[in-house]
């Protein structure tokens, strides 16, 4: 079986080395889990994108 899966992980800029590592960990026990695949399957990418980079419906998004 082959699993294709594509999220997209676009956060702004700011979180720690340790943060991303945690989030990549858990993103890759959830969809192993769920979708019974194995984690050497499973490729987070994480984008870290600058203030004023990003315009969803034509608007600038901002940190919160």
């Given amino acids: ?13 700011g979180r720690s080395e ?5 989030l990549a960990r858990e993103v890759t026990e959830v969809v192993s889990r769920v979708a019974k695949a194995p984690k050497e399957a499973i490729h987070v990418f994480i984008n870290d994108m600058p203030e004023g980079t ?11």
Wanted: glycine letters at 4%; charged letters at 40%; hydrophobic letters at 25%.
């Fill in 18 to 22: 340790e943060q991303k590592i945690e």
């Fill in 1 to 13: 079986k082959t699993l294709a899966l594509k999220q997209y992980d676009n956060i702004f800029e």
């Fill in 54 to 64: 990003y315009y969803p419906h034509g608007e600038m998004k901002k940190k919160n």
